[in-house]
């Protein structure tokens, strides 16, 4: 038995804001060129946002990403300049510039599985049985409660809580199965007007028992920490600073896999610390759903302006099946008979420069994975694992 502890945090945490900014500023780039190269940064800060970073197009003007920003902001919920964050009061700056030739020459190789990757690094996939979207549990409870509050914030239904928030699962296990919710802890930014003890916590908690109760895992010894320091007024940028790509773990799998160390948002698929980074997740949810485990951790790594990965290792962690071994999925991966890593491939086989049904921003609040409109959730490839097996 071990607990294991994963957290999540809103649309509206300034590092969160960031990530949204920089994906909503690809979203136009590549509306109007899905051949640019994007890495656009962002900062946020009280009544202050900028952008950093390199964008080259093809064709068409890059488009002005102040009217963006401020959209994105407006969207989120800041919008009462009293809290010295909001989308019609904040300065904003851009430092935006075209991306560095040095990198675009290793990129741009004509056909598709010529192109090399847009820089080195290794990324991971994981997949996980124990919950049905297969992922781990403390970060799939973790984002499903902070999705609740969304709604209870948007719809009114709540109407004192603000955008910032923050929400941390911690599991108890028996082995690879999830057994019980040890403690919850739910820190919500709210007005200055509800008591803590009469109106938050009881109503915070409340919300938070009616979100997980079907999932089984509460009991009497379940633990709720909610707004422990006894105020959370004064958040979002106004309350800290935020940066693009700070919240890697939240985005990924709350801390059950390693993580590469390549942020994701603002980033276009030609960055394969974002692009392979799917690529993997897909890879290793088709291997679970197919039958060949009941977790699956993937790692892949490239050289810059070099189409095939450099390495490839996958794990089991001993809950392989049948005739399944990690060596026989490492030489499939390897043959590229199912799964082919060359960046340009996998970038056509998840059609990420042309998303249908989602786009980027969607991705940069509640997790890039185990959420069913993103192509790389599709289990589309497990009866042809199962027939390699």
Not at 112 to 123: F, I, V, Y
Request: proline share 7%; net charge negative.
């Amino acid at each position: 038995m071990f607990v294991f502890t994963s957290e999540a945090v809103s649309e509206g945490h300034p590092d969160k804001v960031a990530d949204q900014i920089s994906d909503a500023i690809l979203d136009a780039v590549l509306a109007l060129d899905p051949r640019a190269h994007v890495a656009a940064e962002s900062f946020v800060g009280p009544d202050f946002a900028a952008n950093l970073g390199e964008i080259s197009l093809r064709s068409g003007a890059m488009p002005d990403p102040e009217p963006i920003v401020r959209a994105v902001v407006r969207d989120i919920g800041y919008d009462r300049p009293d809290e010295k964050f909001s989308f019609d009061t904040l300065r904003y700056e851009n430092r935006l510039t075209a991306q560095s030739p040095d990198i675009a020459r290793g990129v741009d190789r004509g056909a598709p599985e010529e192109q090399g990757a847009g820089d080195q690094g290794m990324m991971f996939g994981y997949a996980s049985r124990e919950t049905p979207e297969l992922m781990p549990a403390p970060i799939s409870l973790a984002h499903r409660l902070i999705r609740r509050f969304a709604e209870e914030r948007k719809s009114g239904r709540i109407p004192w809580l603000r955008p910032d928030a923050k929400s941390q699962v911690s599991v108890v296990y028996d082995g690879t199965r999830p057994v019980a919710i040890d403690a919850v802890v739910l820190s919500h930014q709210t007005t200055a007007e509800p008591d803590i003890d009469r109106d938050i916590r009881p109503t915070v908690e409340a919300v938070v028992r009616d979100e997980l109760a079907d999932t089984g895992l509460v009991s009497n010894a379940t633990k709720f920490h909610v707004n422990p320091t006894g105020r959370f007024v004064v958040g979002g940028p106004a309350g800290d600073s935020g940066l693009t790509g700070r919240k890697i773990v939240v985005d990924t799998y709350g801390g059950a896999c390693p993580h590469g160390g390549g942020a994701f948002s603002g980033k276009d698929p030609s960055k394969v610390d974002r692009s392979a980074a799917y690529y993997a997740r897909y890879a290793a949810k088709n291997f679970v759903a197919a039958g060949w485990a009941d977790v699956c951790e993937i790692q892949v790594s490239y050289a810059i302006g070099v189409a095939a990965p450099t390495s490839y290792r996958v794990r089991f962690f001993g809950t392989e099946k049948g005739k399944a071994t990690e060596d026989k999925a490492v030489a499939l991966l390897r043959s590229g008979d199912v799964f082919d890593f060359r960046p340009g491939k996998l970038v056509a086989a998840l059609g990420l420069l042309a998303p249908k049904g989602w786009c980027y921003r969607d991705t940069a609040s509640g997790g890039h994975f185990g959420r069913p409109a993103f192509p790389w959730e599709a289990t589309d490839k497990a009866a042809a694992l199962a027939a390699a097996l």
